[in-house]
């Protein structure tokens, strides 16, 4: 700061008239430089007495009377102060448009020096998009309505980029800017009914599983039934004819085991029925449960990255 105070001081010491015939003067007439002139002194004066706000003020009213390097070199130097350090990026450069011309050859060096320093400290941001409608804002404030590309000066360090729209998912980027160096951002939004994922109370596949499970046990018991039945009738008939004069069961042990296989197997068969019946039953409760999904956003996470960001998508269960 003291290097840039006395760069100050000697502009002030070098506040002798302007030449008509410089391409800086061209189209400006006498009453507007001497006016200038006039608050480029109350400036440079304001400031001397640290009154940086106020000197700001006084160049930037002569300013847009007379845009002279010089004036445009010392606002420069206060917005420095005031720590508007993209701003006075800018001025800097407006201050070098004619080269070193409006300078002598140290101040012109100091210039040189002051933009190089300031430099380091500022960047730039280029956001381009082409969906339609969609606003961008930059730190909180609007940056563009897209489809647009925008290339604006920041300061270097992190920043946030946002891109919003209606019915379309909300981007959120930190990104960082290095000083002196350009970094680049292409933002595409994606709708919200494609981002959105269905999360359910049990696996989709498991109701359908149950309730097929369930009902293949009840048909293969019904096969079991049907088959025991059908052994039953065989043993009514043999023993109505092998016992036609009348006999007992236990005196035909052939005929015994027969019908006790064929009311084993329709006792399997009915409680396999039973049994697969409410486990089918089981699987459309499950399925009329399921059937009432909950709507999952993903959750976006943004890593900043030299000259950029890396965005990870994910969904939280």
């Not at 052994?231 to 005196?251: K, V």
Request: with cysteine; aromatic share 8%; proline share 4%.
């Amino acid at each position: 700061m003291n290097r840039i105070t006395l760069a100050l001081v000697f502009v002030l010491a070098t506040t002798s008239a302007y030449a008509d015939d410089v391409p800086w003067a061209k189209g400006v007439s006498d009453a507007a430089q001497a006016q200038a002139n006039e608050l480029y002194a109350q400036g440079n004066d304001l400031f001397a007495h640290q009154d940086n706000a106020g000197a700001l003020a006084k160049y930037q009213a002569a300013i847009a009377l007379w845009d002279h390097p010089r004036i445009r070199f010392n606002m420069a130097v206060t917005l420095i102060r005031l720590d508007r350090i993209v701003e006075a990026a800018d001025s800097l450069d407006a201050a070098l448009k004619y080269g070193d011309k409006p300078f002598s050859p140290d101040l012109y060096q100091r210039v040189l020096d002051d933009q190089q320093l300031v430099r380091g400290r500022v960047g730039e941001l280029e956001v381009s998009c082409s969906q339609p409608d969609v606003h961008l804002l930059l730190d909180g404030k609007p940056l563009a309505t897209c489809p647009a590309t925008q290339k604006q000066r920041v300061l270097a360090g992190e920043h946030l980029l946002l891109a919003e729209k209606k019915d379309f998912m909300t981007v959120s980027r930190r990104v960082i800017v290095v000083g002196g160096k350009t970094a680049t951002e292409d933002v595409s939004l994606v709708p919200i009914e494609s981002a959105v994922i269905l999360k359910y109370r049990y696996p989709r596949w498991m109701p359908y599983t149950v309730a097929g499970t369930g009902a293949a046990i009840a048909l293969g018991g019904l096969g079991f039934y049907f088959a025991g039945r059908s052994q039953m009738d065989r043993f009514e008939a043999e023993f109505a004819m092998q016992c036609m004069n009348g006999c007992t069961l236990a005196s035909q042990p052939l005929l015994a085991d027969e019908r006790s296989s064929a009311k084993l197997k329709g006792d399997i068969g009915i409680g396999m029925m039973v049994g697969g019946g409410a486990i089918a039953i089981a699987g459309v409760a499950l399925a009329v449960i399921n059937s009432k999904a909950e709507r999952i956003l993903p959750s976006v996470e943004t890593v900043p990255t030299h000259g950029g960001a890396i965005t990870r998508v994910g969904w939280r269960f």
